[in-house]
């Protein structure tokens, strides 16, 4: 036992990083991201950075979609391989891309945690306890830029309290282009943002020193919204209202609770409650767009568990109950703001579904009760999550605390239902994911667990792949005039090969070969490739780099206590 506690850092860390990817890769082989709520809504989105494809763009940044494109990218020679490949590179780069995502917010929320004096091991649990909190899992494997909010969120906040510590500007000038970013992705995030970050302002903000860097922030994120603008041709607030949203929300939506919520807790019966759909969507998947999914998770499980919706339930009221009561107590007031971050995602969902800014669209379906989503404010009600977790990991009555804990985290896991190994082995999709999954980088490794035919890592392992077919190998190629004479093969089965505007068909296996190993594709695959180079979001790409910098730069910080 002693052994364990003098290591106990160290395991837990080595135990946080297995865990944490064992979730990404159970996540990834299991949900589809390309049937994924509004997948198709943003799909023009990835299709013009990723492909070059003329498409109407949504209204919202740009920068997150784009971001998301170029982990695609980094797996597009496999559709040179075959274009049955094109829906899984596209689903590993929402999964992956918000992974990154994912794991950067976690660093934040460590570091956070590291300056409230945190131990190491319980700020690493509260890690592990993060990766199954359903609405960020939701988050992580859908296309939608709320994980983008996760990512950065934590360093704002790790930054503010920095400042409110020291009272030195730098740690607030240093996240002016994280702000700038947070507050152009989304209409809703960016009033999310804008209301999360006002609440931490004190006195000590009121200086002349803040003023350049309010300036800088503002003349950024307003060149942000006209980079989007140009792409999208919609600004960052217009909104176009979905057939049936052209609503607002009755009053009585906010307070109403059904008899039918612990018998009928599925999709669209808690229409007219606020109340309920929170209570089933926050540990659960009221929607119906993750493990409950008609089709999008591989178990089928829709359209849920009856009683692990129920429990889910349960867990939701003790959650918000708890919550309010120790809010109610906390005497310290950092703490306080900490943990009641989520009331302002419930503020601004309520501004929007009753319209209270007239001049903006109506965003309301009675027939759904949509946008009441957990989803939507999941980066400010995961900050509510880690305080009950603080706060359970501090309580006097530590067994039943981790007893209770220990509920939760098999609960969250078991309502994925994952399937199982041998499953994998014997689906040939699963077995392409994979494959996208191995990185050529390293030399394929997952090659060595699980055999799959051909490859995309090299030239010529796709080569074979664009030339596979019967051919007489004596019918090899000569030279005459100084040039290379590849002669007609009557076994093989011609083919045209394309590059950008050149079209030339084959019908010699070697000469097939050539061709490829030149650069030419196969025609069928040609729709993703050679199309014109699209406008890059320059800016957003600049600011993004400097906010990694920024990350770098508070990562290097060493704490302050207050």
Request: positive net charge; aromatic residues 18%; charged residues 15%.
């Amino acid at each position: 036992m002693k052994i364990l506690k003098n290591y106990q850092n160290l395991i837990i860390f080595i135990f946080t990083i297995i865990f944490n990817f064992i979730i990404f890769v159970v996540n990834y082989l299991n949900y589809d991201s390309t049937r994924g709520t509004d997948f198709e809504k943003y799909r023009p989105n990835l299709d013009y950075f990723l492909y070059g494809f003329e498409n109407n763009l949504q209204e919202q940044g740009v920068g997150y979609f784009w971001v998301i494109s170029q982990f695609s990218k980094l797996k597009i020679n496999s559709l040179k391989y075959s274009v049955d490949y094109e829906p899984l590179i596209v689903n590993f780069g929402i999964q992956f891309g918000n992974f990154i995502f994912y794991v950067i917010g976690c660093v934040g929320v460590y570091k956070l945690l590291r300056l409230f004096e945190i131990s190491r091991f319980n700020s690493l649990l509260v890690i592990n306890f993060i990766a199954v909190f359903p609405p960020i899992l939701g988050a992580r494997i859908i296309l939608k830029p709320e994980i983008m909010a996760f990512a950065y969120l934590p360093w704002c906040v790790f930054a503010i309290y920095k400042f409110l510590f020291s009272k030195n500007f730098k740690y607030l000038f240093v996240i002016i282009p994280i702000v700038s970013i947070l507050l152009t992705s989304k209409a809703s995030i960016s009033l999310m943002i804008a209301l999360s970050l006002l609440i931490f302002v004190k006195k000590d903000f009121l200086s002349l020193k803040i003023i350049p860097i309010v300036i800088l922030t503002l003349l950024l994120s307003l060149v942000l919204i006209n980079e989007s603008q140009v792409f999208n041709n919609k600004f960052l607030w217009e909104h176009t209202t979905p057939e049936g949203y052209d609503n607002v929300a009755p009053g009585n939506f906010i307070f109403t609770i059904n008899n039918d919520l612990m018998s009928n807790p599925y999709r669209d019966s808690q229409a007219n409650s606020m109340i309920g759909i929170l209570l089933v969507d926050t540990f659960g998947d009221y929607w119906q767009r993750y493990w409950y999914h008609q089709d999008a998770w591989q178990n089928n499980q829709h359209p849920g568990s009856l009683l692990n919706t129920r429990i889910g339930i349960l867990l939701s009221l003790g959650f918000y109950v708890y919550l309010g009561l120790m809010l109610l107590k906390e005497q310290n007031k950092n703490l306080k703001k900490f943990g009641s971050l989520f009331l302002l995602g419930i503020l601004t969902l309520l501004i929007n579904i009753f319209n209270i800014f007239p001049f903006l669209t109506k965003n309301f379906n009675s027939d759904k009760g949509d946008p009441i989503k957990t989803h939507y404010f999941s980066f400010l009600l995961v900050f509510s999550f880690i305080y009950i977790l603080l706060k359970l990991l501090g309580n006097k009555k530590k067994l039943i605390s981790y007893l209770f804990l220990i509920f939760v985290f098999l609960f969250s896991l078991n309502i994925q239902k994952s399937i199982s190994f041998s499953e994998v082995k014997s689906n040939q999709t699963l077995l392409n994911k994979l494959h996208i999954l191995s990185p050529c980088l390293l030399n394929d490794p997952i090659r060595k667990i699980i055999d799959y035919s051909g490859g995309w890592c090299n030239e010529d392992q796709y080569s074979l792949k664009i030339c596979e077919g019967e051919f007489d190998s004596e019918i090899k190629p000569y030279i005459e005039n100084d040039h290379y004479i590849y002669p007609p093969d009557e076994i093989y089965n011609s083919r045209n090969l394309i590059l950008d505007e050149s079209t030339v068909t084959v019908a010699n296996y070697y000469e097939c070969l050539t061709y490829v190993q030149s650069g030419y594709i196969s025609q069928n695959a040609n729709l993703y490739f050679f199309n014109s180079t699209k406008q890059l979001p320059y800016i957003f790409l600049v600011v993004f780099i400097l906010s990694k910098f920024s990350i770098i730069y508070l990562l290097q910080v060493k704490r302050v206590y207050y």
